[in-house]
Nanobody
């Protein structure tokens, strides 16, 4: 079974940087759409940026210019690099995956596999 485990969350100062990791087990990441999402209490889960099997990115406006998804095939892991975070970026961050060669959606309902989440707090 495919499992995703996030790490790297924590506290970061406004204007700093933070990298979240999502380790994938049970299959090879190159076969998947890989995405990062975030959620705050009372709000729907929001897509940030997703990466397809050919490394084409689909990015939401809230992430453009600041957040970037990348993939390390050797480690079977993908990342969210957060640059210049703002207090409004504080949230629970989740990684997700769907096995497909199609273009990737930024809609959370499209994804089949999810990590447990890692909290990011920006002050």
């Amino acid at each position: 079974d495919v499992q995703l485990v996030e790490s790297g969350g924590g506290s970061v100062q406004r204007g700093g940087s933070l990298r979240l990791s999502c380790s994938v087990s049970g299959d090879t990441v190159t076969k998947y759409c890989l995405g990062w999402f975030r959620q705050t209490p009372g709000k729907e889960r929001e897509g940030l940026e997703v990466l397809d099997s050919d490394c084409y990115r689909n990015t939401e406006d809230s992430a453009k210019g600041r957040f970037t998804v990348s993939r390390d095939n050797d480690k079977n892991t993908f990342y969210l690099q957060m640059n210049n975070p703002k207090p409004e970026d504080s949230a629970m961050y989740h990684c997700a995956a769907r096995k497909t060669r199609a273009a990737c959606s930024t809609s959370s309902s499209w994804y089949d596999y999810w990590g447990q989440g890692t909290q990011v707090t920006v002050s």
